[in-house]
């Protein structure tokens, strides 16, 4: 059965606030529609399944449409309450869930074809950041756990919740998926401009 792939999308207003003051407010919203519009090309080529955006920000619907994917409401909750009401919304129950972040400028469908490999018949595929966060985690059954995104050393904490909840896990270091963009210092590691 199919993977469905959900890329989590908050406000624009409040993007890549760590970026602030070096890039004011319309940079960081270029930058950050810039990194998402890659992203969901890189989803759709990868051909594992429906891909979606999960948000509430009010310019997802056209953003979405635009890119050729879905939309699932987030409720307007935080991250990972979100994802996990959107992934209720879906019309149909996915075999397998990739969770995977909208800012990551470098990643590629090979890259995300061999993410979704590596998720386990019943575990988790943990898509560690090069700061040992989590910037895409695949889960099957898709409700397995809730994700743990944004705590400190996430890929850490996401493979200990697997283990709690009875998951295989494997960690996965692909160069794309590991540089996310927060910061003045990774955009320009991944060359972006606002």
């Not at 407010?25 to 969901?40: K, P, Q």
């Not at 990739?98 to 074809?113: H, K, N, S, Y």
């Not at 850490?156 to 960690?171: D, K, S």
């Amino acid at each position: 059965m199919a993977t469905q792939i959900l890329i989590p999308l908050k406000h624009l207003d409040a993007a890549k606030r760590r970026m602030h003051p070096q890039i004011g407010a319309e940079g960081r919203r270029s930058i950050m529609l810039a990194m998402l519009a890659h992203v969901a090309a890189e989803a759709v080529a990868a051909g594992l399944g429906p891909v979606a955006l999960a948000s509430s920000e009010p310019r997802a619907p056209t953003i979405a449409s635009e890119h050729g994917i879905g939309l699932v409401d987030d409720g307007g909750l935080p991250w990972n309450q979100g994802l996990v009401h959107a992934l209720e919304l879906l019309p149909a129950a996915p075999d397998a869930v990739l969770f995977l972040a909208g800012d990551l400028p470098l990643v590629t469908a090979d890259e995300i074809q061999q993410l979704a490999a590596a998720v386990p018949t019943r575990g988790v595929a943990i898509g560690r950041a090069h700061d040992g966060g989590t910037n895409a985690l695949g889960l099957r059954p898709p409700d397995g756990m809730v994700p743990s995104f944004g705590s400190p050393q996430s890929a850490r904490v996401h493979a200990q919740l697997a283990e709690r909840n009875g998951l295989e896990v494997a960690v996965v270091d692909l160069p794309g998926i590991a540089l996310d963009v927060d910061t003045p210092a990774d955009a320009e590691r991944a060359r972006l401009s606002a």
